[in-house]
């Protein structure tokens, strides 16, 4: 349940609220808005919790939340959430784009990527150094060594980094070099790995699996939530259906869905969504009009080199047309697209 603050709540009638929560076994959450502070309250929802707060001095009012994810709901906090990444804040009005190759394979090509995707408008470098294949002979990426390779392109581009972590024993490695900690489709219920990130206090990009309803990737969500951390982002990468023309099919109505029943940011995956190069920036822009905060776009210099998800990485010069697009779709439904991270000027020798 959600217990609102009067306006003119005073800090010492919000701290009795928490101690009233916490003296009947529940966990409070503090929740500050614009306008006033609510305090969600999750455990045991006895229904005389409901009376033992409404008396409170400084308590407007204790509403119920009626869906199973709590933190997560737009119930629990009304304003959008907005989640700084480095020196970006995603969420809000402003539109983000992450970008960069499916997996980090060399030197050259993670620092090519970076500075041409920085030059292209991207607000963050995407990049798998530890990656999810779907055959145990693919390429299982670079390790450590791409993580060195990452952080060397954020020092050289200033953009963040987001990158996937696969299981609970790399969260603090990965999180050493990461800005954004990536959970992958395959992962989105793999609940020991959300429990960690949930203890970290790392930004999370949450990708939805391929056969997840929209409320199972929500009770995702809740779980890191529910743990401390309430930096989460969705991302929307296409569901599998019976169409095979495309890899996956993009679920453009979660968009407008998640947007409706929770707070958090909405990143939509063109690259995954669809998987072939022609149809991102198509996708792109619908997702942008849709109402999406962010895209995540896979960039390769030479996609037929890659060594992972070449048919779907834009080349660095399509990128940057599908950004100029992306940007006009964001003026022409009143957003903006966000400022580009600029580098801190390097020190000279
Ligand atoms: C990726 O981002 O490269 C990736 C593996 O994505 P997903 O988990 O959505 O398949
Ligand atoms: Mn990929």
């Not at 808005?33 to 006895?46: N, Y």
């Not at 995702?220 to 890899?247: D, F, P, Q, W």
């Not at 940007?327 to 390097?346: D, F, H, N, S, Y």
Request: proline share 7%; aromatic share 4%; glycine share 8%.
């Amino acid at each position: 349940m959600l217990i609102v603050m009067n306006r003119e709540a005073t800090q010492k009638e919000i701290g009795a609220v928490l101690k009233r929560a916490e003296a009947l076994g529940m966990t409070p959450h503090l929740v500050v808005g614009s306008e006033r502070t609510a305090i969600g309250v999750t455990g045991d929802p006895r229904p005389v919790a409901r009376d033992q707060f409404i008396q409170l001095p400084g308590v407007l009012d204790v509403v119920p939340i009626t869906k199973p994810y709590k933190l997560a709901s737009r119930e629990f906090h009304p304003e959008d959430t907005q989640v700084q990444i480095g020196p970006i804040r995603v969420g809000g009005n402003q539109i983000v784009v992450m970008a960069g190759p499916c997996s980090v394979e060399s030197r050259s090509q993670i620092l090519e990527t970076a500075h041409a995707v920085k030059e292209a408008g991207a607000h963050a470098l995407r990049g798998g150094a530890f990656k999810p294949r779907t055959s145990p002979y693919s390429f299982q990426g670079m390790g450590v060594a791409g993580l060195e390779l990452l952080a060397e392109a954020r020092d050289e581009t200033g953009l963040p980094i987001v990158t996937e972590v696969m299981s609970p024993s790399k969260v603090e490695i990965i999180s050493r070099y990461a800005d954004v900690l990536q959970i992958g489709a395959r992962n989105m219920q793999n609940y020991a790995l959300l429990h960690a990130v949930g203890e970290s206090q790392q930004p999370v990009l949450l990708k939805r699996g391929m056969s997840a309803t929209i409320d199972e990737l929500l009770m995702a969500a809740e779980y890191v939530l529910s743990h401390g951390n309430r930096k989460v982002m969705l991302c929307e990468r296409g569901i599998r259906t019976y169409e095979t023309a495309t890899r996956n099919t993009t679920d453009i109505n979660a968009v407008p869905v998640l947007k409706n029943r929770t707070h958090l940011p909405v990143i939509m995956d063109p690259s995954h969504s669809t998987g072939h190069w022609e149809y991102v920036e198509s996708i792109a822009r619908a997702s942008i009009a849709a109402g999406a905060d962010g895209l995540i776009i896979e960039v390769h210099p030479s996609p037929n080199e890659a060594m992972s998800d070449g048919g779907q990485s834009l080349k660095p010069k399509r990128f940057a047309e599908m950004v100029k697009q992306v940007a006009a779709i964001a003026e022409a439904i009143g957003r903006e697209m966000a400022p580009q991270p600029v580098l801190a000027a390097q020190p000279s020798r």
